[in-house]
């Protein structure tokens, strides 16, 4: 969740710190710090408090340079954000260490450590590793067999980046449950958690995996697995740009990345559907073999993810007659779920390094399902790499904490495994034709949905002053209103929840007054009618109704409802991605109204690597 850079180089690799640690800062963002070897003998360190930007300031009123160094951006799990608790975290003798994840035994390890005098200055536990390395290296007197025998006896999940004064040309690095990847350069390395911080300087990769521990100098490297042995990594060559997460002319990435929509959601199709079929080779070689056995399905996912999820489970069970379950993967992986035979293991991410969402694929790998399939963003995530079956979201990087491009890509991937089950469960050709022309058909709707943006900009100025939000939707349209509650309290800190509009009379209709605005969705399906019967419920006591409707819905605008109008002929199976863009148009410009940061809001990261 945190992000890490490191460098290992001929030139000043403090620049190139700080340009990835720029780029990872959707990872965290409550401190930032940096230590380099600066051809003084010792390790220079300088920590900030907030944003990168204000480690900037630090560096520029004390300026540092160095061949070799590491750098970090915190999302804070032990110790509130300070100084401090900043990392990189330093030992004795000038052993410098960042870390992403959380070590479950930090406690035993802190109170062996303070019995041998190593003396404490953070509430974190990562400190407790770098004292830890520092203890092994007095016995063995290297450092990469110190971080061996350090993560030996580390219970939980890291990703380390290591070095050392006395070790001038060499960088250590280890990973357990946390991604982390070396970037190749001529006569220089570099190590991050994510590609995208490394873009500038490298388009090659390698990937480490569960219990790797490597050594890294200019101009080599070298891992040992989890056993001790020797492992060659394969190098990936990364298609990604270096500006490609670049803001462009936009204020804001999440204000870029809903209008790349369109863009992100055709380019998820492209090479998948042809002639008005889908090619389900798209999700693997195994891919058709799987979906003609696949008797029921169930998918895994967090937060947005899961919204995607549970919107896919009406479509598979009303047109492929599958059984469907959608879990929360925090609840999933602490369960002894029933597994019936011939059930395909769907899980879904953006990051491919949600570590509740990996958990509960490595369970399923033992649990006897019949394949497990990844839909996700991050062709080189873990999840990717350790899942049989695979369909890549396309949607580029995504900056924004609050996602958007990946949550109508995810949609997107989706629905083509709802086509792709259904050819082998009573479509025919003509049906599937008809499910294909409807995916294409995404795009262009999204793109008209788009200029309803001044609208809602508008629209959002209602918003300001209310404390509290309701959303409502019918059928698949349900986890899209749960969709826009979520983006709404992410980003504007206003409380919003979200229900089946039938269950207003269940409970949440206590809560609605004149205070209290009531967004809807209401595309114009079988629903419709139960719909404006559940509004009217609402209207008779004074609740204030915002709907996105059809045109043909028959619904207008009245006294205290306010009626915006959707384009016209969204299918049911459209419908889901095309009208979650008005919720997420009016959560951004309700954030902007009050003044929030839209891209980074408060207590939240990107990538959640930690339970």
């Avoid at 800062?25 to 003084?40: F, K, M, P, W």
């Avoid at 590793?129 to 290296?137: D, G």
């Avoid at 580390?154 to 070790?167: F, H, P, R």
Wanted: glycine share 8%; net charge negative; with cysteine.
């Amino acid at each position: 969740m945190c992000g890490i850079v490191g460098a290992v180089a001929r030139r000043d690799v403090v620049p190139i710190l700080i340009e990835g640690l720029r780029r990872l800062e959707y990872r965290g963002y409550d401190s930032a710090g940096v230590a380099v070897l600066n051809g003084t003998g010792t390790i220079k360190r300088l920590r900030a408090v907030g944003k990168v930007r204000m480690l900037q300031d630090a560096l520029d009123a004390d300026p540092t340079s160095g061949l070799l160094g590491i750098a970090h951006t915190r999302w804070a799990t032990h110790g509130v954000p300070s100084e401090r608790n900043a990392h990189p975290h330093i030992s004795r003798d000038g052993i410098a260490l960042v870390h992403n994840g959380i070590i479950e035994n930090h406690e035993e390890l802190r109170a062996e450590l303070q019995a041998a005098g190593y003396e404490f200055t953070s509430e974190t536990d990562t400190e407790v590793i770098a004292h830890r390395v520092h203890f092994h290296l007095q016995k063995t007197g290297d450092l990469f067999r110190a971080v061996r025998a350090t993560v030996a006896e580390l219970e939980g999940a890291y990703a380390l980046a290591v070095i050392s004064q006395k070790d001038p040309e060499r960088l250590v690095l280890a990973r357990q449950g946390c991604p982390v990847v070396i970037g190749l350069g001529d006569g220089e390395n570099f190590v991050a958690s994510d590609v995208a911080a490394l873009l500038p300087v490298t388009r090659r990769f390698v990937f480490l995996e569960e219990g790797d521990v490597c050594e890294i100098r200019r101009d080599s490297y070298r891992i040992l697995d989890r056993d001790g042995n020797t492992i060659q990594r394969k190098v990936h060559e990364s298609s990604l740009s270096a500006d490609a997460a670049e803001k462009g002319d936009f204020p804001h990435y999440m204000l870029k990345e809903i209008h790349e929509q369109p863009r992100a959601v055709a380019q998820t199709l492209e090479e998948r559907v042809a002639g008005g079929r889908l090619l389900e080779a798209a999700f693997g070689p195994a891919a058709q073999a799987v979906f003609a056995r696949t008797e029921a399905v169930r998918i895994v996912a967090c937060g947005t993810s899961f919204h995607a999820a549970s919107v896919a489970k009406y479509f598979i069970e009303q047109i492929c007659r599958l059984p469907c379950w959608v879990e929360i993967a925090s609840e999933y992986r602490y369960r002894n779920p029933v597994v019936p035979k011939n059930t395909l293991f769907v899980s879904v991410s953006q990051s491919g390094e949600t570590a509740d969402t990996l958990a509960a694929l490595r369970l399923a790998r033992q649990a006897g399902y019949l394949s497990q399939l990844a839909i996700c963003n991050v062709p080189e995530s873990s999840l990717v790499r350790e899942s049989e079956l695979v369909m890549l979201t396309r949607a580029g990087p995504e900056i924004g904490v609050a996602s958007t491009k990946a949550f109508t890509t995810q949609l997107t991937a989706l629905g083509m495994l709802v086509v792709a089950l259904a050819k082998f469960h009573g479509a025919d050709a003509e049906r599937e034709r008809s499910l294909v022309q409807l995916l294409i058909g995404i795009p262009s709707l999204i793109e008209a949905t788009l200029k309803l943006d001044p609208v809602i900009k508008e629209l959002a100025k209602r918003f300001v002053d209310k404390q509290h939000a309701l959303f409502l939707g019918r059928g698949p349209m349900h986890p899209i209103a749960m969709e826009g509650a979520l983006k709404l309290k992410e980003i504007s800190y206003i409380h919003a929840e979200a229900y089946p509009a039938g269950e207003l009379k269940h409970g949440p209709l206590a809560l609605v007054d004149e205070e209290m605005p009531i967004i809807t969705v209401a595309p114009n399906n079988d629903l419709l009618e139960k719909l404006k019967s559940n509004l009217m419920e609402v209207r008779a006591r004074g609740g204030e109704l915002y709907v996105f409707a059809d045109p043909e819905s028959g619904m207008h605008s009245s006294d205290g409802v306010h009626v915006i109008e959707m384009p016209r002929h969204v299918s049911y199976f459209q419908a889901p991605a095309v009208y979650t863009i008005p919720l997420q148009l009016l959560a951004y410009h309700c954030a902007i109204l009050k003044g929030t940061d839209v891209d980074q809001p408060r207590n939240l990261a990107k990538s959640v690597t930690v339970e």
